[in-house]
């Protein structure tokens, strides 16, 4: 008697009376009709199968603080750093790599966005319980996505209509009375194949601030209104499409306390800024995949058009601008193991920008179409060779070729190491990345209204991921160096009279070199550490020099520690940021003007601390917190504060926080589908 | 010095939960019935905000439901209603059988058959 058994099979007993060969088939005994994929929420997490590296930032971490927008989604991350542009509008930017955001491609769910006139206020549009998760990539990314993101690319998922949520309520309130409402609701429409998803966001701020009491608002007075539908099909059969609009207004009241909506900006009154802004985005985008699951294709559509009325003090800025944005991408393996596979595809950019500053009117038309191709070459699980090419050809700058190339090895299960290498452009919007600027006394000057900038971009990286004491340790090392061919330079030290806006001529580069280990050292309790230099320097009218305004280093501990059954988590972070360089004129008169700071050309090392407690309920969430616990803020962050229509005022030279410690209290609401 | 109190004060903070969690506490064991890991999810969040629960450990391959409970905030019943109440069987047994189902499970590997998800009303 002979016994043959395998897993999957049935045992099979076969009774053996002759000497003679045998066949023997097994039938299998395991039939699974579902197969459930579960997904832990790890927060933040670096993946290890991904060939671009990216830090993927989950639902989880976005509770881990108020996260009322874009912006603020990253305070607890260690590669994005987030600063006011300026002390009255309440612009904030992020740098990435050291760089400024706009060297960073921004994106809603892989569509370019945020981009243009949205630049300077973008990342206030994304509400935060809007998004899904967020994913930051380092180095030039994918040619798929464009010619564009020289220091990465971040892209913010927002909440499917699909997803289980049926309805989310959240409401959000600071000591300083700034209060926000968000609404999400999910309906299926027609089965599970059409459904619809409806967005509100409205927020504002009323109550005016000058706890600093140099007459200036700490905080504009704000108005934001948003409501977003969407819609998303598919058949299961392999085709699927999701289309939907977003609406925004919002309104920004800045200057001295005592300025008043209505007032005419003139001398006599206090000094003013008002910035007003209507927003409308559409998209569209359709995938098909054939039956064999080897050949797909993607269409992604979006329009923008957007439309600021500002003044700051006494000068106006007015644009508008209208952007579409289309691309087909034809996915194929080449052969049945997708051991070779391509991506090919074209797009096409129009984007028409209508400027007025100064009485001087800056238009400009762009037109570009693209094709492009990208090969991966994944002959093993843990190996993947990626490289790309697009052409574009652009109706102002000519034809430009964008090569880039990834690499992703996974050496013994422990250590993942990439490298990555590739190009990228991007048109500088002179004076709409650089309006914030207007809030001091000096005027832009600009040698030519459109400018191309150009740079390379190399990295490695090596992600570590061990078991120690049964618990996950993550070590992360990189290193990115970026290269400027040509760059728009904002020189604001050669001239008192004027901020100078002119092609680099010389060398600009950015290192950043970042360390960063992710542990649990006691159970629920996680802990991330994360150092990075930053070196970024660039040619200022002949010299090559620090960055403005950029700290040499960024230190960060953030730890999470959430109850049994996580009925409470708290969330602690510290920032340790360094010192930096104050761009100023160097010649006499002028720092006799600027006063009351120790030293006039050097900012000091600093330290901001923020912590959230939450309580869950089974259908509720309570969160209580503070940002800037230590109440750290920068000391005189508007120069000539007392004279503001005078030759010393300045509100752009910000390095660190203007507004001091805030409490907020917020609450969750939230329904799924059964 | 600022940061260094605020530094205290987190893990202090977070010391004084981790005790409060220690107080006399029951235990009650139940046998049910579940498909996959949906049905220990849907579970877990419906059982976790009961009241007075401590611990919970919820297994769809072993089929147990481990439940600890401030005595005095809820009842061995409570439990019973609130499985039912998701859909779910509630057969109860005792901790020392539920520590056998789970020894015989570590034994033989957690092999388990097949997961088919049905749906419940």
Known sequence: MLVFSFVGYETKVVHVENLTFLEVVLEPNLEIEEVTVTKKDRGTYLSAMETIHTERIGGAELHKAACCNLAESFETNPSVDVSYSDAVTGAKQIRLLGLDGIYSQLQVENLPDLRGLATTFGLNYIPGPWMESIQVSKGASSVVSGYESIAGQINAEIKKPDSGEKLFLNAYVNEHQKWEFNGNTNLKVYKDMLSTALLVHASGLSNRIDDNGDGFLDDPLTKQFQISNRWKFTNYKGFMTQAGVNILAEDRLGGQVGFEDGMTPTVSNPYGISIKTNRVIGFLKSGIVSKDQRTALAILTNFTGHKTNSFYGLTDYDASESRFYGSIILTRDLDENAIHSLNTGVSFIHDKIDESLYGINLDRVENVPGVFAEYTFKPIENMTLMAGIRADSHNLFGTFITPRMHFRYKLNGHVTFRANAGKGYRTANVITENNYLLASYRQLAWQDKNMFEEAWNYGLSVVQDYTLWGRDLQINTEFFRTDFQSQLIVDRESSSTHVILSPLSGKSYANSMQFDVRYQPVERLDLLLAYRINDTKQTIAGVLKEMPLTSRYKGLINLNYSTNLKKWMFDYTAQFNGGGRIPRPDFDGWQSSVTNSDNLYEFQPYTVMNAQVTKYFRYWSIYLGAENITDFTQPNPIEGAENPFGQSFDATNIWGPVVGRKIYLGVRFQLNYK | ?121
Not at chain 2, 58 to 67: A, F, G, L, R, S
């Open chain 2, 1 to 121: 010095m600022k940061e260094l109190a605020v530094i205290f004060v987190f893990f202090f903070g977070i010391t004084v939960i981790s005790f409060a969690q220690k107080a006399e506490n029951k235990v009650v064991c139940f046998k049910s019935d579940m498909d996959c890991a949906n049905c220990e999810k849907t579970l877990t969040e419906n059982l976790k905000f009961e009241k007075g629960v401590k611990d919970l450990k919820v297994d769809h391959i072993t089929n147990t439901i481990y439940v600890e409970y401030k005595d005095g905030k809820n009842s061995d019943e409570g439990f019973v209603r609130a499985i039912e109440k998701s859909g779910y069987k509630a057969e109860k047994i005792t901790p020392d059988q539920y520590k056998k189902i789970l020894e015989q499970a570590a034994e033989e590997g957690h092999l388990h058959g097949s997961e088919v998800h049905k749906i419940r009303k």
